[in-house]
């Protein structure tokens, strides 16, 4: 009998993604194309193309949480003749990632950006508003400090810089007074 976690890990291997039509007829992938996916997630869109660039093409797909790449490499592992190579890495870094497989060009990108469902439904991750859990919040989970760590080392000051640097410039201001 199946575990749970492998029932939730099927239950979202099957899950449709967003506007797939949409993307389909966007992004036009056909056999022979190599097809960069900057999001992988779960691999919903990430399949779509690799059935669409095979045979002769190939996709290639950066994400983060290695926990999504687990479920996306057995979601595209069931694309019969499909060829692609998943890196975890910061789509920041495409261009190394190109670089470090000698490839020049690439014939279409997608970036699905946001969270995916998993991030935020397991308390564990510090995501969620619904159930309790650690202070985490790490989209990867294998950078070294959480947001409690973060929280406990960094001044008011650091923290409102960050806000700065990070955020819209009028929020930290607003939430000094
Ligand atoms: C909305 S989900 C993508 C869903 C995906 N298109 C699918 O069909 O399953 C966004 C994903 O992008 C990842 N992500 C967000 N920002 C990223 C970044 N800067 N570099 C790499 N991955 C990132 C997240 O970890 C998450 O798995």
Redo the contacts with the bound molecule.
């Keep these: 009998m199946p575990s749970r976690r492998q029932h939730r890990d099927d239950f979202l291997i099957q899950?449709k993604?967003?506007l797939a039509d949409q993307v389909l007829d966007a992004l036009q992938p056909r056999p022979g194309m190599i097809a960069f996916?900057?999001?992988?997630?779960?691999?919903?869109?990430?399949?779509?193309l690799l059935e669409r660039v095979t045979p002769g093409g190939q996709l290639i797909a950066?994400?983060?949480?290695p926990r999504?790449i687990e479920i996306?490499r057995t979601n595209l592992q069931s694309v019969a003749g499909g060829n692609f190579s998943i890196h975890h890495?910061?789509?920041?870094a495409i261009g190394k990632v190109l670089q470090s497989m000698s490839i020049e060009r690439v014939d279409l990108i997608?970036a699905?950006?946001?969270?995916?469902s998993p991030?935020i439904d397991d308390p564990a991750r510090g995501f969620s508003y619904k159930k309790p859990g650690p202070l985490d919040m790490r989209?990867?989970p294998t950078r070294k400090e959480s947001a409690a760590q973060l929280l406990a080392r960094m001044t008011e000051r650091d923290i409102r810089e960050a806000l700065l640097e990070l955020a819209m410039k009028q929020i930290p201001r607003k939430s000094q007074s």
Excluded: E, I, Y
């Design positions: 899950h993604p967003v996916d900057c999001t992988l997630g779960l691999g919903g869109h990430s399949r779509m950066t994400d983060f949480d999504n996306a890495s910061n789509f920041a997608l699905d950006l946001g969270v995916a991030q989209m990867d």
